[in-house]
């Protein structure tokens, strides 16, 4: 039976393939860096380091569309002006993405 490396070095190994971030927001204003946290472990509690895989494979096809409808063809073409305040569609609660919102 194959020894079995911590999480963090599996997540590590996997990361390290691909460079990506997560929110354009962010990087529009000057983030390097940026945590994928509940994705990742999804991806990894569904099945094992190839569903973390998989759902970084995903997550850089979703990249890519974005920045193309952004009309950025990299992250390093995002800038403050792709950003535009826009009112929440509706009050976070339990099921929304972000549900510990005030």
């Known amino acids: 039976m194959a020894r079995r ?3 963090d070095q599996q997540l590590g ?4 393939q691909r460079p990506l971030g997560v929110e354009n927001w962010v990087v529009a204003l ?3 860096t940026v945590g994928i946290g509940r ?3 999804l991806g990894l509690a569904a099945a094992g380091v190839p ?3 998989r759902t970084l494979e995903l997550l850089e096809e979703e990249v ?3 920045l193309g409808l952004l009309g950025a063809a990299s992250w390093a073409e995002l800038t403050p002006a792709h950003l535009a305040a826009a009112p929440p ?3 976070p609660d339990t099921f929304s993405a972000f549900p510990l919102l005030p």
């Open 89 to 91: 569609v509706s009050a």
């Open 51 to 53: 569903g973390l895989v």
């Open 39 to 41: 994705l990742a472990c």
């Open 64 to 66: 890519r569309t974005c």
């Open 30 to 32: 000057g983030a390097r």
């Open 5 to 7: 490396r911590p999480l």
């Open 13 to 16: 190994a996997v990361l390290a």
